[in-house]
């Protein structure tokens, strides 16, 4: 019971990191396609300012989790994808410095590199982290000691990739959405037409990567158990149509907040899909990394679920006063402030 | 060389960088807290240019420190998963314990106090600064009860063939945990003092902003006299409690060979020769010296390093060059932080103080790296004291992954570190804003 609880919470600490990391990560992307002036592209950066760092916190958060609750997931996890796990560290150093380092100096020059190391670092972690779950959907090459039998390339298979481009494009509509709460004027209308032409591509893209799920991974076994788990597939796509509907009304908070809902309902049908499975191992199923092989102690479990009960909630909710105090638009005026990027 | 070494130099490197970073957050955020706080309650315009000055420098250092600190968790599971799985049960959970209840508080509230500055009332952005400080610090406790574990295990039971957690009040109240966890924080905080001493010193030397300066000075001072002073101090205790934990570091520390059951002499002068398993040099003999330090008894008996067999003895060379280091320059602190004191009310007429200030901002960055290897190589060959070797301990993974990533980091960090020093030099050489 307490290991499918805390499997849960994984699923969830993950679908929070994508939806709150994955509109800065959307931004970063789109900053030369977005940002035409060095105004624009402020403005972009100071959008997600003071909440980039809260929200990768979520992140470690996760990572943190795995390893506390399920060990054995982490180690053969993170072993196991050691390469993409270390260029996805890279790519986050590298995004947070740029971010704090681009407005220290007055050059176009010093702007123009971090400007790059903003796109690079946020662009690299959302094809990775969507190459990477798409292979945990698919199983990984683990032998009986759950040694990862393969490199970077087994990892670049077809859905595996087709994980890597609906995560970029997923977090490219969602900074997109982001940016048209928090910016005025040209630089909005150029968010929205963006989230206008993404939406059809991202329908066929959802759609396609749907059909390969089915075909590439046993992730719709668990449904075919129990079709009422259905509803969380349900979710997202209601969220997807009613989302076209939100950007043409320009409300922006509520065509944000399904987007959030999308993103949610994908990682939670994916993980669910999982059950109870964290890591299933593509060479025999006996392999896999479950629940039941890789959880800690009860012990362990119940003090984490007791320090999360208490916990979680309170940095919800100062992470909610923080969004509050700054959810007014970034202005050129602003930009003018102290501590401003 | 093989995936251990390569692994071993990984996380020195990535820990021994990080911890450039760390201790100046740990002690400028609260200098930065105290100088807005005196702003808000008398409105002297001089306080609150104190906190943009040094808080411009604290948030430069700060972002390095994060984003290197996300290397710190992930390289337990890349590159040492076997360790990971053996005791994440304990381990997993204090880093997810860090991060849940230490860790988001110390990020939000930065976000908020580096954009709040004309969004916040006074008081809700000197608060902001105070969170930041209280949950930095509170992070690098739940960081040193980890690291306490793997010093001293305590509260586990073996178990599924894993340690796993029988008393997480054992693990949380680990004594030498505690130590080492004052140790660490006075170190940072006379590390913080030194930084504004240093810089201020800087300024005095060519008489601008003499009453910002001076103000900063003094301040960093007052940290840097108390916490030079505390961390000597409750560092020979923390030496006692080694002796007595971790038997084979102290003597290592020491390059002591041979078994002294009446008595071990303390050399001033010695060369150690690993090779042979003795001291080439030994000159200026205390008798007894050594037992006095380590158990307040001349007479006590201290084991040597021939007492295990050679695999399980740490490197003597460079534990021993680490310790020496790092009580030759923690013993240089107290002094220059009293020679200071005394000129405190004349600082700019002593021109050669503010010289040696300057030039001994290093010293504490020094003395603490130093103080790491000595905990941590100290420890080998052990990744948990008497529990786990590191051989053992190291992940299923090919070399030339290991080497890659040791080779990217490396120039990764060596490029961001020298942004980032450039950064701090500008920002400290500038000065405040015009009042």
Redesign the interface.
């Known amino acids: 019971m307490l290991e499918t609880i805390w499997f849960l919470l994984w699923g969830v600490l993950w679908a929070i990191y994508f939806i709150l990391d994955g509109y800065d990560l959307g931004i970063g992307t789109l900053l030369p396609f977005l940002g035409k002036s060095d105004t624009d592209r402020r403005i972009m950066l ?1 959008s997600m ?6 929200n ?2 979520w ?3 996760a ?3 795995t ?3 399920f ?2 997931a ?6 196991g994808l ?2 993409p ?2 260029l996805l ?2 790519a ?3 995004r ?2 740029s971010l ?2 681009r407005h ?2 007055d050059s176009p020059a010093w702007r123009r590199v971090w400007d790059w190391g903003a796109t690079i670092g946020s662009f690299l972690p959302a094809l990775l982290l969507g190459v990477a779950f798409a292979n945990i959907f698919m199983g990984l090459p683990l032998d009986e ?1 759950g ?1 990862f039998q393969g490199n970077l390339l087994t990892l670049l298979n077809p859905y595996g990739l087709a994980g890597g481009v609906l995560f970029v494009l997923l977090f490219a509509m969602h900074g997109a959405l982001w940016l048209t709460i928090k910016s005025e004027g040209d630089l909005q209308r150029r968010a929205a037409n963006l989230a206008r032409t993404l939406w059809p591509v991202l329908v066929v893209l959802i759609g396609a990567f749907v059909v390969l799920t089915v075909v590439y991974t046993n992730l719709l076994s668990n449904y075919l158990t129990n079709p009422l788990l259905l509803v969380l597939l349900v979710a997202p796509v209601l969220a997807l149509l009613l989302l076209r509907r939100q950007i043409g009304k320009e409300d922006w908070w509520f065509a944000w907040g399904l987007s959030a809902a999308m993103i949610t309902g994908l990682t939670l049908f994916g993980v669910v899909g999982l059950y109870p499975a964290l890591l299933p191992s593509s060479i025999n199923p006996d392999y896999s990394i479950t629940i039941a092989n890789a959880a ?2 009860t ?2 479990l119940s ?2 679920l007791g ?2 009960l208490v ?2 909630p309170i ?1 919800a909710a ?2 909610f006063w ?1 969004y509050r ?2 959810s007014h638009k970034v202005t050129e005026k ?1 930009l003018g ?4 990027y | 060389m093989d995936v251990l070494m390569l692994s071993r130099l990984q996380f020195a490197m990535a820990t021994m960088f990080h911890f450039i970073f760390v201790p100046l957050t740990l002690g400028l955020s609260i200098l930065v807290a105290i100088m807005e706080t005196k702003y808000v309650r008398t409105g002297d315009e001089t306080y609150k240019r104190m906190t ?1 000055f040094w808080g411009k420098l604290f ?2 250092n700060f ?2 420190g ?3 600190g ?2 710190l ?2 390289q ?4 040492w ?2 360790y ?2 053996y ?7 204090l ?7 230490a ?3 110390e ?6 106090w ?7 009332s006074p008081k809700m952005h000197a608060l902001c600064i105070w969170l930041v400080a209280g949950a930095s610090n509170l992070s690098a406790l739940w960081i040193i009860i980890a690291n306490g574990f793997m010093q001293n295990p305590l509260g586990y039971v073996i ?1 599924n063939g ?1 340690a ?3 008393d ?1 009040f054992a693990v949380v109240g680990n004594p030498f945990a505690w130590q080492q966890y004052v140790h660490v924080l006075s170190g940072a905080f006379a590390l913080a003092g030194f930084f504004v001493m240093g810089v201020s010193s800087y300024h005095l030397l060519k008489k601008q902003n003499v009453d910002f300066f001076t103000r900063s000075f003094k301040l960093g001072m007052v940290f840097g006299l108390v916490f030079s002073i505390l961390v000597a101090v409750q560092g020979h205790h923390h030496a006692q409690e080694v002796t007595k934990i971790q038997p084979a570091k102290l003597a290592a520390m020491e390059s002591l060979w041979e078994t002294h059951e009446d008595g071990a002499p303390m050399y001033l002068l010695v060369v150690p020769d690993e090779k042979n398993e003795k001291n080439a040099i030994e000159l200026f003999g205390i008798p007894g010296g050594l037992s006095f330090l380590a158990h307040n008894d001349f007479k006590a008996p201290v084991q040597g390093l021939k007492d295990w067999p050679a695999e399980e003895r740490p490197p003597v060379m460079l534990t021993f060059l680490s310790f020496r280091a790092m009580v030759g320059l923690g013993t240089l602190m107290p002094l220059l932080c009293i020679w200071a004191f005394l000129r405190r009310n004349r600082l700019t007429e002593t021109p050669k103080l503010l010289k040696a200030m300057l030039f001994a901002i290093p010293v504490p960055y020094l003395a603490i790296e130093a103080g790491w290897v000595v905990a941590e190589v100290g420890r080998q060959p052990w990744i948990v004291n008497g529990l786990m070797k590191t051989a053992d301990a190291v ?3 090919v070399t030339s ?1 290991v080497a ?2 040791l080779v ?2 490396t120039l ?1 960090y060596a490029l ?1 570190g020298a ?2 020093i450039y ?1 701090l030099f ?2 400290a050489k500038k000065g405040p804003a015009e009042a």
């Open positions: 100071n300012g003071p909440f980039w760092d809260g990768e916190v992140l470690i958060t990572g943190g989790v390893f506390a609750a060990p054995k982490y180690a053969v996890m993170f072993s050691y390469t796990l270390m560290l890279f986050l150093i590298i947070g410095v704090e380092f220290q100096v000691k040694v800690s102690s012990l362990t003090i984490m320090v999360a916990f979680v940095v100062y992470q923080l105090t700054f602003e402030h102290d501590g401003a | 943009k948030v430069i972002v390095l994060v984003v290197t996300i290397t968790e992930f337990f599971g890349t590159n998963s076997r990971s799985e005791v994440g049960d304990i381990f997993g959970s880093l997810a314990i860090e991060a849940t209840v860790f988001f508080l990020s939000t509230f930065l976000g908020a580096i954009f709040g500055w004309n969004v916040l178990r894993r796993e957690l029988a997480f992940s299923p993974i992954q890659f990533s990217a980091l990764l961001l942004a980032d950064l500008k920002f």
